[in-house]
C-alpha cells in the first residue's frame, strides 16, 4: 500500500489510484466558469454515459480520467508520456467539456500548458489542434465522425500521434523523418520540447490539478530518479532524447557525444537539474547515489572519433506508444491481418489511422 498526503492533508492511498472514477470537485476545470458554456439538456445524458462506459472499460494504463457527478458535461484526463519519445514520464493535464448536440460537434478541448510550447500542436494557450477535433483541416475520415469518433480517440491519438518521438514532423511543411537536414532539425526540437517537459513537471509538482494531487505525487516519487538520470545522459550526449529507459541507455543514431548536444541544450539542463532535484526531493523522491548537480562530462579527442556504441535488447518490453497504438487500431476498426512476416524492423504507426496533426 502507497499512503500520501492530498492538498487538504488527508491520507490517500495511491496504490489504488484508479484509471476511470466519479469525483465532484471540479472548480479548477477550464470549463466550470468558461462564458462559453452551455445549457445542459437532457439529450446529452446518454451520449456522454455511452462516453464513461467506454473510458472504465477501454483505458490504458498511463490514461486516467475523472468525470463529476454534479457537472456530467465536464471530465479531465492525464497522459503519462510514452517511452522513446521526449515527454516520457511527464504528465499530460486535458480538461473536455461536452458541447450541446454532442456527439454531432466534437468535444472540446483544452491542454493545461502553463504557458509553455513543447509540442506543435498543443498551444501556450491550451489550445489543441487535431483534425480528429475539427482543430485542424483534414480529410472527412481523419475528422470528427458523430456515428464513431470518441474520447477515448481523442485522448489515445493525442498520446501515440501528437505525444511521439519525433514531434518536429508534427508542422506541415517540415518534410518527412530521414532526411539528414530534417532529422538534424528535429533532434534540436526534441531538445526544446525535453525542456519544455521538465519545466511542466515542476509546474505539476507545485501545484497538481484537482483530484490528481496524489496520483502526480507517487507518480514523480516513483519516476524522479529515472527523469534525473536522464537529463544526465541527454545533456552528456551518452543517448538520445527520449533513449533512455529504465536505467538503460538504447540509442539508434551512431553519431551521438557531447558534441552533438547543443550549448543551449546544456545550460537549460543545468539550470533546470537542481531545481527538479529540490522539487523531487520536497515531493519524498528516493535519490540513491544521484548528486545536486548536473555534472557535465569533459569532451576528449577520444570522445569525438569513437563511434557510440549501440546497446541491443534481445527482448524489449513492450513500450506505452506501441500498446496505444494497437488499442487505436482496434477503436478504429482497422484490419488485424499482418503481412510480410520476415521483415526485421517494425514502424509502431503502421496500420494507425491517418489523423492530420499539422498546424
Not at 484509471?19 to 452551455?38: A, L
Request: aromatic letters at 10%; charged letters at 25%.
Amino acid at each position: 500500500m502507497a499512503l500520501s498526503l492530498n492538498q487538504n492533508g488527508e491520507i490517500v492511498d495511491t496504490s489504488s489510484f484508479k484509471r476511470f472514477d466519479v469525483v465532484s470537485d471540479h472548480s479548477d476545470h477550464f470549463y466550470t466558469n468558461s462564458s462559453k458554456k452551455e445549457k445542459l439538456d437532457g439529450s446529452l445524458h446518454k451520449p456522454i454515459m455511452k462516453e464513461w462506459r467506454i473510458l472504465e472499460k477501454n483505458l490504458p494504463d498511463s490514461i486516467y480520467v475523472r468525470v463529476y457527478e454534479t457537472r456530467i458535461d465536464l471530465l479531465r484526463a492525464v497522459i503519462v508520456g510514452a517511452a522513446g519519445t521526449p515527454y516520457h514520464d511527464a504528465l499530460f493535464f486535458f480538461d473536455i467539456s461536452f458541447p450541446s448536440g454532442y456527439p454531432t460537434r466534437p468535444p472540446n478541448v483544452h491542454y493545461r500548458s502553463y504557458g509553455l510550447r513543447l509540442n506543435p500542436n498543443l498551444y501556450q494557450s491550451g489550445y489543441v489542434c487535431l483534425s480528429l477535433l475539427n482543430t485542424w483541416l483534414g480529410k472527412k475520415r481523419e475528422k470528427w465522425d458523430p456515428s464513431q469518433s470518441t474520447i477515448l480517440q481523442v485522448l489515445l491519438s493525442i498520446q501515440a500521434l501528437v505525444l511521439n518521438e519525433k514531434p518536429y514532423f508534427n508542422e506541415p511543411g517540415t518534410g518527412s523523418p530521414g532526411g539528414s537536414t530534417a532529422e538534424r532539425r528535429s533532434r534540436a526540437y526534441n531538445e526544446d520540447a525535453f525542456v519544455q517537459t521538465s519545466k511542466t513537471t515542476l509546474y505539476s509538482l507545485r501545484k497538481p490539478p484537482k483530484n490528481f494531487e496524489a496520483f502526480t505525487g507517487e507518480h514523480f516519487r516513483r519516476r524522479g530518479s529515472v527523469i534525473l538520470r536522464a537529463c544526465s545522459a541527454y545533456a552528456n550526449g551518452r543517448v538520445g532524447i527520449g533513449y533512455y529507459r529504465e536505467g538503460k541507455e538504447i540509442e539508434s543514431c551512431s553519431s551521438c557525444n557531447s558534441n552533438s548536444v547543443s550549448k543551449k541544450f546544456k545550460a537549460s539542463m543545468q539550470e533546470l537539474y537542481p531545481q527538479l532535484v529540490q522539487a523531487f526531493k520536497k515531493n519524498g523522491t528516493c535519490f540513491g547515489d544521484l548528486v545536486e548537480h548536473l555534472e557535465l562530462e569533459t569532451t576528449t579527442a577520444t570522445t569525438t572519433t569513437t563511434p557510440f556504441k549501440v546497446r541491443v535488447y534481445k527482448k524489449p518490453k513492450i513500450g506505452i506508444t506501441k500498446k496505444v497504438i494497437g488499442k487505436l487500431g482496434k477503436l478504429f476498426g482497422l484490419n488485424k491481418k499482418k503481412k510480410n512476416k520476415s521483415t526485421k524492423t517494425t514502424d509502431l504507426n503502421a496500420g494507425v489511422p491517418v489523423v492530420a496533426l499539422g498546424c
